[in-house]
């Protein structure tokens, strides 16, 4: 009785054990989804753009403090080797007399005020510079978002890719060694000669090879994946497996037409035109005078605490409406302005040779997705055909009409269509994903 409450008790706990280990290894079950955002939240690279918005966002702050009034104080101390003085011309019996008028040691502390009233438009045009540089910066951001989804995709369809040739790799093993088992029954009972048997063995020991050169490319895949990803190079990869054919509807013309308008490069270009439009305008504001509303405040005596002296009271101030105006400077500000529009005329060319590239780009993607698109069809048919030799083979191999040589050349050609259409699927879907970043879309 005992033993037996035993043996339920290690039933109970095998049972428990294994519904353990299945919630784990479903917890650990990623889909793409899941995959893109674990990669965008722990992405130095994308890390990095998200801090280049921020230092462009501060850059836009100063950009805006240079609006308001400044503010400055300074305190200076002053020693003269003797006091600042006068000699009084001599009249007659009247002695020669020295008159006084200020202090050896002199203490100043002032507080100033500036508020600038016209610049040339200098302080407008580096707001909007600054603006620019963070529409410029998140766009930037966005753009590096796009690469990393596309390598987290590449990573992502070569994991399933992987493991879809590993099982071919497995079938094949399987399948030699099935034929193995009958070459050596009808060696034993003399029905074929020993190197039928041992060409058997040979292509055994091929697919065995084979089978470890997959299990090897898997586990490369997967480390990729984990470093992309940034989790432990080593950690276990569980991928919901999407490796299918969707049809892909849209034309050429309207997958260029998206990439004009989605494209982050696209965009970045546009406004690095308007930014060198503002850099002539910045550079023709000096040609302009500047004008200043100036508030200076003072306290000085002859101690250090500014209390006053003998000679001048404690405190002062004074308003100055300013203006300066650097009128020559033998055509710098004329050159400074050609050289902004020659930046002007470059950033229109940028513009003109980054539609080339992402027309291009689109063309050679999207005919890279038709060409793997095909490809998919016809290794289907390809293996309907194997399997039907392979079969034919080996009854005719037990029926001695077939040699193993026929019966091994139909297994490989029957690896090598199931290989050939699990590399064009995983083609037409890394294809696509690339496609999708050339025309700035997420997918």
Known sequence: MRRKYTMIFLMVSLIWSNQVTN????????????????ALKRSAFVHSAKEEVRGAEFKKKVALSEFFPKLKTGYNYTHLNEPPHST???????????????????????????????????????????????NIAKIKEQSSKLD???????????????????????????QVEEHVKVARAFYEVGITPKNDLLEAEVELAKVKQDLIRAENGLNIAKSKFNVILRRD???????VDILDYIPFTLSLDDCIQKAYKQRPEMKEVELKIEQARKQ?????????PNFSLIFNYERQGDRYDVR???????????????????????????YSVNESKVRLIQAEDALIQTRDAVTLEVKETYLNLKEAEK????????????????????????????????VMDAQTLLTQAQTNYYNALSDYNIARARLERAMGLEG
Do not use: C, H
């Open 280 to 288: 002539v305008k910045l550079s023709k504001s000096q040609f302009y």
């Open 148 to 174: 990393l989804i596309l390598q987290v995709k590449e990573a992502y369809y070569s994991i399933l890719k992987a493991e879809k040739i590993l099982n071919v790799a497995i079938q094949a093993e399987k």
């Open 233 to 239: 190079i080593n950690e276990p990869v569980v991928l």
């Open 375 to 406: 490809n998919i069809f016809v290794a289907q048919r390809a293996i309907e055909q194997a399997e039907e030799n392979f079969r034919m083979n080996k009854e005719r191999y037990k029926e001695q009409e077939a040699t193993t040589t026929e």
């Open 308 to 334: 006053g002296s003998d000679f001048k009271d404690a405190e002062s101030w004074k308003v100055i409406a300013a203006m300066e105006w650097t009128f020559w400077e033998w055509g710098k500000t004329y």
């Open 88 to 134: 009084a011309p001599r009249f007659g019996p009247v002695p020669q007399r020295v008159i006084t008028f200020g202090p050896s040691d002199t203490y100043v502390w002032t507080v100033t005020m500036e508020q600038p009233l016209f610049t040339g438009w200098s302080l407008i045009t580096n707001y909007q510079l600054a603006k620019l540089g963070v």
């Open 23 to 38: 919630a784990k290894d479903l917890s650990t079950v990623l889909d793409l989804k899941q995959s893109i955002a674990i």
